[in-house]
């Protein structure tokens, strides 16, 4: 399957802003399926490990979540529940939760993903992925972060993008040549229990002058806050709702 940014562009662009549109226009006027349902790939691939988060809440084992999880985007397909989606009505997290609760309320459904034992054809996942979604679970139930379903989604959701952006800079990084400086840089980024190194012993480590230091710092900053734009921007259909997107980021992140 191709990305959806080549399908639509005939671009290889990841960030493709136009991801939610394209399934929504399906929906109204039921033309592009193939494109939909590529959009709709992608997109879930990204919200893979919120929603099984979210199963594993419930009190799912890991593999009864898994399963369920990759039956869930299966059935959202399968049966075209994206068509019924109305424009005005909120964001596609906010429907993807909605129709998972749905899914999950439905004793006939829950019981069939079972035992089709998921959709692996259609969302193929590695052992590494499964992993990341166990522990991006286990994270925010153990550190107390969140109690509660929706908010156990709201979380993972939140590190699943931030986690989406970094990898995507140091995969940036790489390409460039640079991949040391981002790895000694990123913990501006992401933070850390012990202090932050100071500017003058980072740069002789580096071997370059603070003041070169704090620019490689700033355009950092800048690429990263880009970076996570362009992922938010993949689920939503304007600007303004970015902006919405990335208070709620920053809200759910912080919050204790």
């Not at 959806?4 to 929504?24: N, R």
Request: charged share 30%.
């Amino acid at each position: 399957m191709h990305p959806l940014s080549e399908t639509v562009h005939g671009l290889s662009d990841p960030f493709a802003p136009t991801h939610w549109s394209v399934i929504i226009a399906a929906g109204e006027s039921q033309a592009a399926p193939e494109t939909a349902r590529a959009a709709l790939a992608q997109l879930c691939q990204t919200y893979w490990a919120p929603l099984y988060g979210f199963v594993r809440s419930r009190g799912y084992s890991v593999h009864d979540a898994q399963d369920l999880t990759q039956s869930f985007f299966v059935f959202l397909i399968e049966r075209k529940i994206y068509t019924r989606v109305d424009r005005q009505k909120g964001k596609f997290r906010s429907f993807l939760l909605a129709s998972l609760k749905n899914f999950l309320a439905n004793a006939h459904d829950r019981t069939r993903a079972l035992k089709r034992g998921g959709g692996q054809e259609l969302l193929p996942l590695d052992e590494e992925q499964v992993a990341e979604a166990e522990s991006l679970y286990r994270t925010q139930v153990d550190a107390g972060h969140v109690t509660g379903e929706d908010r156990v989604f709201e979380r993972t959701w939140a590190e699943t993008l931030v986690r989406g952006s970094l990898e995507q800079l140091s995969s940036d990084y790489k390409t460039e040549g640079k991949e040391r400086l981002f790895q000694e840089l990123r913990i501006f980024l992401t933070g850390s229990a012990d202090p932050l190194p100071s500017y003058a012993d980072l740069a002789r480590r580096l071997g370059t002058q603070a003041s070169t230091l704090r620019s490689h710092i700033t355009r950092l900053r800048a690429r990263y806050r880009e970076a996570l734009r362009a992922e938010v921007r993949r689920t939503v259909e304007t600007d303004a709702e970015v902006e919405r997107e990335l208070r709620e980021l920053l809200r759910v992140l912080t919050a204790s």
